[in-house]
């Protein structure tokens, strides 16, 4: 089975300063989808990824997709406290979406003041 | 149209007994799933319907879950004698989807069960 690795599990970045998130794959990527989470709450999807070497980004958060690496990258750009949070990111099992979608295990980020 | 709503927010039960969660997916969506996370970790993919056929249903956990979506609309999600292992945030997901290309999934809040 499909399994995501993402590095670093956990994260704490004084305000303002940048950093960036990543999730690697056991297997080829179909799609790459990047959701962030707050405790005890439902997922909110931040972008999708499907084609090698695509790369998007909205407002200050960046998430390219290496499908020779098989790995994605989420780069967040002078951080704020709304950052916060936990950030997952899931695969396409078979593609097309017709199976659900694999999850890391998330990478917790805490922004300092 | 407000998104993917869960129904309960919260569910506490006690060992045994029987507990149903209700998942309305946005309306133009065809697919729709279900999921399952524990402290600490990912959503786990349980089972998936497009409109009202269940497509995929070999990852749910054991016998005592299963779903329905009786009208390609709404569904639900029944755990029966539940255990304390079934403790977990249940989350609905939908998206629209054609063959071999979906356009993303939209979650919802979750339904949280705590079984004591």
């Known amino acids: ?113 | 149209d407000t998104g993917v709503s869960q129904d309960p927010r919260h569910k506490i039960t006690k060992r045994g007994q029987n507990v149903t969660f209700r998942c309305d997916p946005i309306s133009e969506h065809n697919r729709l799933y279900w999921y399952r996370q524990t402290l600490g970790q990912g959503p786990e993919f349980l089972t998936y319907f497009q409109n009202e056929a269940q497509l995929e249903k070999s990852r749910l956990l054991s016998d005592r879950f299963s779903a329905e979506r009786p009208k390609g609309s709404f569904s639900t999600l029944e755990i029966q004698r539940t255990e304390q292992g079934d403790s977990a945030m249940y989350l609905c997901a939908s998206s629209f989807g054609l063959p071999g290309r979906d356009y993303g999934y939209t979650f919802g809040s979750g339904t949280r069960l705590t079984v004591v």
């Open chain 1, 1 to 113: 089975s499909q399994e995501l690795e993402q590095s670093p599990q956990s994260l704490i970045v004084q305000e303002g300063k940048n950093l960036t998130i990543n999730c690697t794959s056991s297997k080829t990527l179909y799609g790459l989808y990047w959701y962030k989470q707050k405790y005890g709450e439902g997922l909110i999807f931040l972008m999708m990824l499907q084609k090698g070497g695509e790369e998007k980004s909205h407002e200050k958060i960046t998430a390219k997709l290496d499908e020779k690496k098989q790995q994605s990258s989420l780069h967040i750009t002078a951080s704020q406290p709304s950052h916060a949070g936990i950030y997952l990111c899931g695969a396409s099992i078979l593609g097309g979406g017709a199976d659900g979608l694999t999850f890391g295990k998330g990478t917790h980020l805490i922004i300092q003041p």
